[in-house]
C-alpha cells in the first residue's frame, strides 16, 4: 500500500460496554453516538431527550453515529446458534420458540432451563457482536484501546 491510500487511524479509549449496549439496542426510538474525542457513546432517546438535541449532534462533526445490528441480523444468530444445539428436543423447543412475534424473549425463556447451553449463547452472541463492533471501528478507521480499570487504592 502507498502512502497516499494509508489512512491514519485514530486511536480512541472507548468503554466496550457501552459501545455493545449501542451496538445491540435497535429499539426506534433509541439513537446512539460515539464521541470521537473522548470516546463516550452518548444515548439519546426520543420523548425524553431535547428534541433539538437530534440537530445539535448532528451539525457537530465530533459525533459518529452508531447503528445498531437489525434485529434480522440478531434474529439469524439465533437460528445459527440453535444449528449447533446438538440435544435435539432443546433445538425443537428454540425452533418452535423464534416463530413469530416474540422470539427473543420465547428464545431466551427456553434456554434459562438450560444455564449450559444458554451460557454457550451468550458466548455465541457476544463473539458476533464483537465482529459487528469491530468492523464498524475498522470501517471508520478507529483503533479502540480499552479504557483503564478504576481499582480504589489499598485500603479503602
Known sequence: ????????????????????????????????????????VLRVVDGVADPAMHQRIAADASYLRVDPVSSREQYRWMERF?????????????????????????????????PADRERWFQFRTER?????????????????ARPVWTPPPGE
Open 129 to 145: 457482536l464483537r465482529s459487528c463492533m469491530e468492523a464498524w471501528l475498522e470501517a471508520h478507521d478507529i483503533e479502540a484501546e
Open 1 to 40: 500500500m502507498s502512502a497516499e491510500t494509508t489512512k491514519a487511524r485514530r486511536k480512541l479509549e472507548i468503554s466496550w460496554e457501552a459501545l455493545e449496549d449501542a451496538f445491540e439496542n435497535n429499539a426506534p426510538e433509541v439513537h446512539s453516538y460515539l464521541h470521537l474525542t473522548s470516546g463516550e
Open 82 to 114: 440453535i444449528a449447533t444445539v446438538p440435544d435435539g428436543e432443546l433445538r425443537s423447543r428454540l425452533v418452535a420458540a423464534i416463530d413469530g412475534k416474540g422470539a427473543f424473549r420465547r428464545f431466551k425463556d427456553v434456554l434459562m432451563s438450560f
